[in-house]
């Protein structure tokens, strides 16, 4: 391979690496975390959740055809259900939660089963899957912020 390929590959290599979208919050650690704002950031897509998964239910009911709407509710649902578990597993798993906390194991039992919600949020419309991850956060929100003894 000649000097000018390997140029040209590398640039195109950079070209790419740049176009990457940046998807993290941040693991230098820089050193800024807002727990109570994560929280609070999860309930609302748990709320978003719950409303795409009426308008499904009730766009099912009509028998005129809703295609358009129906997609995008579901693609909605989706949406949000993801970003809790990014949120849960990119924020507090990778970043919050350490093991040497006493309550390690627990909070990290209620942000496993907060994945499996979301990932059931995904695939039903059962509002009873978005109220159980409603009630896994505030479990997880108490544990989490009660402080260690």
């Known amino acids: 391979m000649n000097k000018k390929s390997v140029l040209l590959l590398l640039i195109i290599c950079l070209i ?5 979208p940046v998807l993290a919050h941040c693991e230098i ?3 800024i975390y807002n727990d109570r704002m994560r929280i609070k950031m999860i309930e609302e897509d748990i709320f978003t959740v719950k409303e795409s998964m009426n308008a499904i239910t009730e766009l099912e009911k009509d028998e005129h055809s809703h295609s358009n709407q129906l997609v995008r509710w579901i693609m909605n649902k989706d949406v949000h259900a993801s970003k809790i ?3 849960v597993w ?4 990778t970043q919050r939660i350490k093991p040497e906390q006493k309550k390690y194991t627990n909070m990290l039992s209620l942000l496993h089963q907060m994945l499996v919600y979301s ?4 695939q039903t419309t ?8 409603s009630s896994l ?8 912020f009660t402080p260690e003894k």
């Open 16 to 20: 790419t690496l740049v176009q990457m």
């Open 137 to 144: 956060v505030k479990q997880f929100e108490k544990l989490y």
């Open 119 to 122: 990932m059931k949020c995904k």
């Open 29 to 31: 650690p820089c050193g």
């Open 85 to 87: 578990q990014k949120v």
């Open 126 to 133: 059962d509002l009873k899957n978005a109220e159980k991850l």
């Open 90 to 93: 990119q924020y507090f798993m």
